[in-house]
């Protein structure tokens, strides 16, 4: 089964995905794309921009087309596209968009870490929170626009938690 979480920037994506990885410890955990580049050296700018992006999504495809079965990851191809459009506009995404497309039919279950009102993570000036809003907004409307199995978790940690897990077992 591949799990992959979806949404903005500070919602709490790595922190469910690593527990949830501590209970299905069989599951290869992938780190989200910025994670793995930078650790192989890779330098970011301080500010997101196309370039960065492009690469961080062609490595998310990557990832997702891995033989392995059952697999976590830490951000979907759907996040980074949406940052692309959201800072390029559709143009900007419109070239990834089947790419991306065909590397989410790879994906078991998504789960979608909205942010929540009221806002349950801070997230301070040095970390875009107008950016985290719209992306937000726009996996929002995006995500239903994909056939597969989604849910929207919601909470502290450990409700989000028992959501994946009930619906997994629901699932599978």
């Known amino acids: 089964?591949?799990?992959?979480?979806?949404?903005?920037?500070?919602?709490?994506?790595?922190?469910?995905?690593?527990?949830?990885?501590?209970?299905?410890?069989?599951?290869?955990?992938?780190?989200?794309?910025?994670?793995?580049?930078?650790?192989?050296?890779?330098?970011?700018?301080?500010?997101?921009?196309?370039?960065?992006?492009?690469?961080?999504?062609?490595?998310?495809?990557?990832?997702?087309?891995?033989?392995?079965?059952?697999?976590?990851?830490?951000?979907?191809p759907l996040d980074l596209l949406a940052y692309i459009h959201v800072l390029g506009g559709a143009e900007a995404s419109r070239g990834f968009y089947l790419k991306v497309k065909e590397a989410m039919d790879e994906i078991d279950l998504l789960v979608f870490v909205p942010v929540e009102t009221p806002d349950l993570m801070d997230c301070p000036e040095a970390e875009f929170p107008t950016l985290r809003k719209q992306v937000n907004e726009l996996l929002e409307e995006w995500i239903d626009g994909f056939d597969l199995e989604t849910i929207t978790v919601k909470g502290s940690l450990e409700q989000r938690e028992r959501q994946v897990l009930e619906t997994i077992n629901n699932l599978f």
């Open 1 to 76: 089964m591949k799990i992959a979480y979806t949404g903005a920037h500070c919602v709490g994506k790595t922190s469910l995905a690593e527990r949830l990885h501590a209970i299905l410890s069989k599951f290869i955990f992938v780190p989200e794309p910025y994670i793995e580049l930078e650790e192989k050296g890779h330098l970011f700018s301080e500010t997101p921009n196309l370039e960065e992006l492009s690469i961080q999504l062609e490595h998310a495809i990557q990832q997702v087309e891995m033989d392995e079965l059952d697999v976590i990851y830490d951000r979907s």
